[in-house]
């Protein structure tokens, strides 16, 4: 339980709350926090109230016994200046963010078209398609970081496949790049991986989303949809056969779980085994079904424990640091006690930018802040959906992201 103490008993290792102060009114990022430094006392002291709050529980001391004297609140420096010109540089992070956001969801309509069109037979669409899929794979290795996150935004049913065949492309072009591919796969990689299920168009919808347990002749059908694939694209000169290779060969496996039936993993290409990775990795942190959602931290650790023996070993190791110790869309509690999201990863994979769940600052108003040089915090554990509240889910969840920037652009 909080309690009242007065700004004169403050002390480092204290955990406090600015609970009735607006968050505009100081100079703070957040508005509870564990005193780290004497500074900060000071500028508790400077926000000119009489008293906040502090938490025993996550305090590492008690208040001072006795009252101490306040410095005399510097003029020369207005600490609510310096957190305005703080707030504009963060701004034009979050802004960054919000254009690579922007692109990526104009992207995803694009392929729904694209794709659209590849299906109804029309060539034409599909040399758009390569164009495309060699347009953003471009612009997105650019900015690596911000594009992982993107990676983990939700989509209808209609738009599943669209959004999850942009999420396989464009992060199978990240772990192309990780292992070194040339220009000219990193263009196969792009389309490929971006027709990689097109097959699945041809399977009812009742049986593709179906959300109980398939028969055996629905999953039959299912497993059928790499054939699809390639005989869809067949009839498209402009298709080459590594292309095709992506499609047909990306759920075959180091054992007998993968299909088509027949296939020796170790005789099937290096573009097919990133895409087989990918493939699983966002169907683990994009799962339709929400309760089976996982974290990246999660997914990742899925894929090492159970999957690792199915795919290939040093590729899997490749794509488990390209994503870092904390993948964006990591939910994560900080040594601060607060809970936080990552959304990208700067120079220091310990170090990421994240967004803080705090009940007195409007989520619109949420800025990315770097651990260790924004605010004096580290991530303390990584937390997995089911640890948050739904007030905090609903401020932080990868999947109500789109709401924070339609939120923050009407403000
Ligand atoms: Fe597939």
Redesign the pocket.
């Known amino acids: 339980m909080l309690k009242k103490v007065s700004v004169k008993r403050l002390k480092v290792g204290l955990h406090i709350h600015l609970k009735d102060i607006p968050w505009f009114k100081h100079s703070f990022f957040r508005s509870n926090f564990k005193i780290k430094k004497s500074q900060e006392i000071d500028e508790v002291q400077g926000i000119g109230c009489e008293y906040v709050y502090y938490d025993p529980q996550r305090s590492d001391c008690e208040p001072l016994q006795v009252d101490a004297k306040v410095k005399p609140v510097s003029k020369t420096v207005n600490r609510r200046d310096i957190k305005k010109k703080k707030s504009s540089e963060l701004r034009k992070r979050k802004d960054a963010y919000i254009n690579t956001e922007k692109k990526f969801l104009s992207s995803a309509k694009q392929a729904n078209r694209i794709m659209r069109g590849v299906l109804n037979g029309q060539i034409s669409f599909c040399e758009e398609a390569q164009e495309m899929a060699h347009e953003f794979a471009s612009f997105f290795l650019k900015d690596i970081h911000t594009t992982l996150n993107l990676i983990n935004l939700s989509a209808s049913d209609d738009e599943a496949l669209y959004f999850h065949s942009l999420n396989v492309s464009i992060l199978s072009c990240m772990l192309g790049r990780e292992v070194g591919i040339n220009d000219s796969d990193m263009h196969t990689l792009a389309f490929g991986a971006l027709m990689?299920?097109i097959g699945?168009a041809k399977i009812p919808k009742k049986i593709l989303y179906k959300p109980s347990v398939l028969t055996k002749p629905e999953l039959e059908m299912v497993k059928r949809?790499?054939l699809y694939g390639v005989g869809l694209l067949s009839g498209m000169k402009s298709v080459n056969k590594d292309v095709m290779k992506i499609i047909y060969h990306?759920?075959v496996r180091n054992g007998p779980s993968g299909y088509p039936e027949g296939i020796s993993f170790k005789s099937i290409g290096l573009l097919p085994k990133i895409v087989a990775i990918v493939?699983l990795y966002d169907n683990l942190i994009n799962h339709r079904v929400v309760e089976k959602v996982l974290t990246p931290h999660q997914a990742l650790a899925n894929l090492y424990k159970s999957n690792a023996k199915l795919l290939d070993e040093k590729i899997l190791a490749h794509f488990i640091r390209m994503l870092g110790v904390y993948p964006p869309g990591s939910l994560c509690e900080l040594d601060s006690g607060e809970i936080a999201m990552v959304v990208s990863i700067g120079d220091n994979p310990l170090l990421p930018d994240v967004i803080i769940y705090d009940q007195n600052i409007p989520k619109n108003e949420a800025m990315i802040l770097r651990l260790g040089a924004d605010i004096d915090s580290k991530v303390e554990r990584i937390v997995s959906r089911k640890d948050l509240t739904e007030d905090q889910l609903q401020y932080l969840s990868p999947k109500s992201k789109i709401g924070y920037y339609v939120d923050s652009k009407s403000n």
């Open positions: 990689h299920d699945k949809h790499p990306h759920h493939d």
